[in-house]
């Protein structure tokens, strides 16, 4: 979805606001629509009466869009009801949240249940989502809250207490005892993150670990499994990572069917436990075994240590006590290591980041956090398939600075975890957004160019093979991957597959040793060479067909307005202007122009209008011509065609040759404004671009007078500045 400068920026410049004044932590949660849950609370409770949310009321555009929305007979008998009109005595938590509160209803997100089983595992974790403090007795209101990690920042959602009902049962997520509400009314707070309950409808249980914790994932297929798989899993739930599992099913058709041993395809499962026990007949062997669980609360495996099997019969008491092992329908069982990996085709493991983490001798990640955007016909650049235009998609900086403490195999380098996660596509399904393409490549930076920040150019890209990328591009919401490099200055490309795709990003970088990333930023500079005017004997014949014409119109004008000072002076209005400017430039038939609007002529006076009449001088309207040369020069060199514009990501290079350095933001701006729908900016927009570039450039030179690269200016100021630019 495209944003507006004044939209997108703006906001964009609040949320950097917000980050130095420390919103978004988790101390200091961001407000989901501005919403405060404590002031909210304690209005309503003044007022003695329930909370009801605005933002996501109980109706149909909160259910959904689609299969939930208006035209569906889905939803046609649903009626959103408090927990105090579904049962007796509702508790928020009762003896505590563990994941057999969490049963799957009438909604596709068993990936979301998974992880929130998952979580039940790590109290920190779990209580950081859902604040305990919330009950239906003391203090209530008909308001809950719940924290989750949206993009970089901790973000506090606030919801009323109404959720979906058909016959008095809630649809969607419930708990195993009746009268319990967190794992509901948390999938209600997380389906208003996204915008409706049918937003939530299929996905990766990856996804919602990282939202519950700003962890990251890493993924293993089992037929691509490290040896030293088990020891992953035993040594991540040990460190508190969330782990979640899953069969792929190559029949779209046939996804969430069930096997005959029980297990379900296309079907998402939490890893809750992994565990060794041994056996009364293998005395000197140890099984490795492997707990899991179904989000529905049932339907369980039926193979070997499954829970009535009997190989639990071969176990003493006390073992069983260790594996807490039970025979019931609740959606959890117990398999051998073996058969796991048999059955499952891949893992998921996210790994959480050193605020998740409470006990110091973890090992814990360094973590860097950037955030990007890809813009159509600006940085929207595609894969390296497309050698034009992939040089300019955003590039950040990786430095490698100290090697890893305890290398495997011998192999010194410096271990690290790339993780590129596009941003609000789920939200935007309603509008018809699906995930793009997305994947990244990792380029060695020559050391000749260490320390420099410019944006690598198209030729580097030509004649250097990245040193590392993710294993493919691929349509998921997040590409993760891990890496082993020599310690050193790289450059870091993200990418959608196809060009001209645009979408936000964050993409982030978890090392085990000290290391940097940021996003390449060009210093933002301008040069101003004053071009010397040409005396009378070095006048071009070009040159004299202006002063000609300059003298023709002013002149006419003089003797129409003979009384007026300024014209006797000689000087022109921005219409005469126009005309003195679009005489010449189209007799350049290269430039395929119709020639100059008035607004430009207008930008151009501004520019050039020292004295404030609003009007140019003969020696002002030289100066402006000289530039105008110029800039002709590099746009003829970048239109070589000769089609009359040139491609909005060749901008920056002309940009650059114009004597301006600016930053991606900038860049992204002048696309939105100065090219078309085809992503060609012309003639005249070039000019535009290039005259008020060097406008603002000059004003806030003038006003910087202690030359720090910062000005203060009153509403006044800013106001006649950008009003006249």
Same mark, same amino acid.
């Given at each position: ?64 869009? *689609? ?254 006590? *260790? ?241 007026? *000072? ?22 350049? *038939? ?136």
């Amino acid at each position: 979805m495209p944003y507006t400068p004044s939209g997108f920026f703006c906001d964009r410049l609040i949320r950097e606001r917000e980050r130095r004044d420390g919103e978004g932590s988790l101390n200091k949660p961001i407000r989901f629509n501005g919403q405060d849950y404590n002031v909210l609370r304690q209005e309503y409770l003044q007022r003695k009466s329930l909370f009801e949310d605005d933002s996501f009321p109980a109706t149909v555009e909160s259910l959904g869009f *689609k299969e939930l929305g208006h035209k569906s007979n889905k939803v046609k008998n649903i009626v959103w009801k408090r927990p105090k009109e579904i049962c007796e005595n509702p508790q928020f938590i009762v003896g505590g949240a563990s994941r057999t509160d969490i049963c799957q209803g009438d909604l596709g997100d068993c990936w979301l249940l998974a992880a929130i089983a998952c979580l039940t595992l790590n109290e920190k974790l779990l209580y950081r989502v859902v604040p305990q403090e919330q009950s239906f007795s003391e203090g209530y209101g008909g308001i809950f809250h719940f924290q989750f990690w949206r993009y970089g920042d901790w973000v506090d959602v606030v919801i009323d207490d109404r959720i979906p009902t058909f016959n008095n049962q809630l649809v969607f997520t419930k708990s195993a005892e009746r009268n319990e509400f967190w794992s509901a009314l948390l999938e209600k707070a997380y389906a208003k993150l996204h915008g409706s309950y049918e937003a939530l409808k299929g996905g990766n249980t990856t996804e919602a670990m990282e939202d519950f914790t700003g962890g990251v994932t890493e993924f293993y297929e089992m037929k691509e499994a490290p040896k030293e798989l088990y020891k992953i899993m035993k040594k991540a739930l040990e460190r508190g990572s969330l782990m979640g599992c899953s069969i792929d099913s190559l029949v779209p058709a046939r996804f969430e069917t069930r096997t005959v041993t029980g297990l379900v395809k296309g079907h998402a499962y939490s890893v809750t436990a992994v565990e060794e026990c041994r056996p009364s007949q293998h005395k000197d062997a140890k099984v490795r075994l492997v707990r899991l669980r179904n989000p529905w609360g049932q339907v369980e495996w039926n193979g070997p240590w499954s829970d009535n099997s009997k190989e639990w019969a071969t176990l003493s008491k006390a073992e069983k006590e *260790k594996l807490q092992h039970q025979s019931a329908e609740d959606g959890e069982f117990w398999m051998s290591f073996e058969d796991f990996k048999k059955n499952y085709t891949k893992i998921e493991i996210c790994n959480l980041t050193p605020d998740a983490l409470e006990d110091d001798k973890i090992h814990k990640w360094t973590v860097s956090v950037n955030e990007g955007r890809w813009v159509r016909g600006c940085s929207a650049g595609g894969c390296r398939n497309y050698p034009d235009t992939f040089w300019t998609n955003p590039q950040y900086r990786l430095r490698l600075l100290e090697e890893d403490d305890d290398p495997e195999d011998n192999e010194v380098g410096c271990t690290f975890v790339v993780a590129l996660m596009q941003k609000n596509r789920r939200k935007e399904r309603k509008m018809g957004a699906n995930l793009f393409t997305i994947g990244f490549a990792i380029y060695e930076v020559p050391k000749e160019m260490h320390g420099n920040k410019q944006h690598m150019q198209k030729d580097f890209f030509l004649f250097s093979s990245s040193k590392a990328r993710c294993k493919s591009y691929i349509n998921l919401r997040e590409v993760t991957q891990r890496f082993r490099l020599s310690p050193g200055e790289y450059v870091i490309v993200p990418s959608t597959y196809e060009p001209h795709q645009e979408g936000e990003f964050i993409l982030r970088v978890f090392s085990e040793k000290r290391n940097t990333s940021e996003e390449i930023e060009n210093r933002i500079e301008a040069d101003h060479p004053v071009p010397a005017p040409a005396s009378a004997g070095e006048e071009s014949e070009e040159d004299q067909q202006f002063r000609t014409i300059f003298q023709e119109i002013a002149g006419d004008v003089r003797t129409a307005r003979r009384t007026n *000072k300024h014209f006797c002076d000689m000087e022109i209005t921005a219409n005469e202007l126009k005309n003195v400017l679009n005489r010449v430039i189209t007799k350049h *038939k290269d430039l395929n122009t119709e020639g100059f609007s008035l607004e430009s002529c207008r930008s151009m006076i501004a520019l050039m209008d020292m004295d404030g009449t609003g009007r140019l001088n003969l020696q002002e309207f030289r100066h402006l011509w000289n530039k105008i040369k110029q800039w002709q020069g590099i746009f003829k060199h970048y239109n070589a065609d000769q089609s009359g514009s040139i491609n909005s990501y060749e901008m920056r290079n002309a940009v650059n040759d114009a004597g301006f350095r600016l930053n991606n933001q900038l860049y992204d701006i002048i696309t939105m404004r100065y090219a078309n729908e085809n992503m060609n900016i012309d003639f005249d927009s070039f000019i535009s671009c290039l005259v008020r570039l060097e406008a603002m450039f000059r004003a806030f030179q003038a006003f910087d007078q202690d030359g720090d690269g910062t000005i203060r200016l009153s509403v006044l100021e800013w106001l006649q500045l950008t009003m006249y630019a």
